[in-house]
Structure formats: structure tokens, C-alpha cells
């Protein structure tokens, strides 16, 4: 079954302490992204990934990095995670090139007080 | 920088109307577009996807149209029911594999 999984699924966590949210997809997508989602702004997108080792800043990068190092996995790492960064995140997956259907994974809930 | 509107932002109909969601850009240079789904505490589910060369998509009672001259699309849906309520969201996508989304309709279709 073709899936995007992230985890945590939910998570509460304290200012400053470094984090990180998996994903991994069994599409063998070339394209992989993180977007966050927060009320009345929609999902806007945090970092995305072309390829192994080939990574970009989307709309909102501040305060997160990404690595991918292998196909099937892009991970966000928070290194010091503030109260603003409390939000839905979502990690999706496609293939390359414009036209392709985007899969998403189930989400995970970030609260960091 | 693309801003994406949807209206109306929220709706509820009794079941067997029909419907139309609309989505608008502001920067009329959209390449694709898709349609989403999104369940509550769930992730987007692609519903359908208009690519360049295309001008809508149909499935089931689901029909979506995309009028790039104007930077506009809708979603019609036919004889609602109630496993039809969710939110709604639209994306464009630009040449680069970028998107765009929509902050989304939320349905709610009342048996």
C-alpha cells in the first residue's frame, strides 16, 4: 500500500529542546516536502527535496532543517524549538515533475510550550 | 508570491444538493492544479488533478474545472452526502514543483 508515514503522530515538548519528526514514504518518490498548517493561513511549505542530498527552502524555513540522505526518508529536525512553531505539520511525497498526484502523510501534531 | 483564496470558508447543506467550491489565485501563472480532501486530524487525500493541458477532471460526482486565463477554479459536487463532509483545499502548482494551497472550505452536508 502506497503510504507517507510520519512520526511522532502527536507530540508536547518544552522550548529549546531539540526535536526531530520523521518521514519516510515506499512510493520511491523523488520529491518529498514538509508543510505546515495553522488556522486561517493554510498549509505553507517549510523545505522540500528533489533528490538524495538536494534540498530547498520552501516558504517558511526559518527555525527547521532537513536532510536526505536516503530516497525514502526526509526528516525536520527543530534544533531549538520555540512556542511559534506549534502547529499540524505534514509530509508529503510525489514524483518528480509537474502533473504527478502529491501523497500526504497523516500528520503530526507539534505543541511546544 | 501566490496567494490562494477559497470561498466560502465554511458550508453546510442538506443532503442531495448539489454544490460548488471555488478557488482563486492570484497569480493566474498556475501550471497544475489539485483538489484535496482533508478528514478531521487527517492528512490531504488527492481528489483530482487538472493538469496543464487540461481544463477539468471529473470523477464519480465529483467535477473540477480550471479557467487559467482568470486564475480560477471549481469544485462541483453532485448530490452531497454526508461521508462528503471534510475540508476542502486547493492547490496550484507552478513549474518548479512548487504549491500553493488554499486555507480551504469546510463542509458539512446535514442528513
Known amino acids: 500500500e502506497a503510504q507517507v508515514t510520519q512520526n511522532p503522530r502527536y507530540l508536547i515538548t518544552v522550548t529549546g529542546k531539540k526535536l526531530t519528526v520523521t518521514c519516510s514514504q515506499n512510493?520511491?518518490?523523488?520529491?518529498m516536502s514538509w508543510y505546515r498548517q495553522d488556522p486561517g493561513l493554510g498549509l505553507r511549505q517549510i523545505y522540500y527535496?528533489?533528490?538524495?542530498?538536494?534540498?530547498d527552502k520552501g516558504d517558511v524555513p526559518e527555525g527547521y532543517k532537513v536532510s536526505r540522505k536516503e530516497k525514502r526518508n526526509f526528516p525536520l529536525i527543530l534544533e531549538s524549538p520555540s512556542p511559534n512553531q506549534t502547529s499540524l505539520y505534514f509530509c508529503?511525497?510525489?514524483?518528480?515533475?509537474?502533473?504527478?498526484?502529491?501523497?500526504f502523510g497523516e500528520g503530526s501534531w507539534l505543541t511546544v510550550v | 508570491k501566490q496567494e490562494v483564496t477559497q470561498i466560502p470558508a465554511a458550508l453546510s447543506v442538506p443532503e442531495g444538493e448539489n454544490l460548488v467550491l471555488n478557488c482563486s489565485f492570484t497569480?493566474?501563472?498556475?501550471?497544475?492544479l489539485q483538489w484535496f480532501r482533508q478528514d478531521p486530524g487527517k492528512g490531504l487525500t488527492s481528489l483530482l488533478l487538472?493538469?496543464?493541458?487540461?481544463r477539468e477532471q471529473t470523477s464519480g460526482r465529483l467535477n473540477a474545472s480550471l479557467d487559467k486565463s482568470s486564475g480560477r477554479s471549481t469544485l462541483y459536487i453532485a448530490a452531497s452526502q454526508p461521508g462528503d463532509s471534510a475540508t476542502y483545499l486547493c492547490?496550484?502548482?507552478?513549474?518548479?514543483?512548487?504549491?500553493?494551497f488554499g486555507t480551504g472550505t469546510s463542509l458539512t452536508v446535514i442528513p
Open positions: 508529503a511525497s510525489s514524483l518528480l515533475g509537474s502533473g504527478n498526484t502529491i501523497y
Open positions: 512510493m520511491n518518490h523523488e520529491y
Open positions: 527535496s528533489m533528490n538524495v542530498e538536494v534540498t
Open positions: 497569480d493566474s501563472a498556475i501550471y497544475n
Open positions: 487538472i493538469q496543464s493541458s487540461q
Open positions: 492547490a496550484g502548482e507552478n513549474t518548479g514543483n512548487q504549491f500553493y
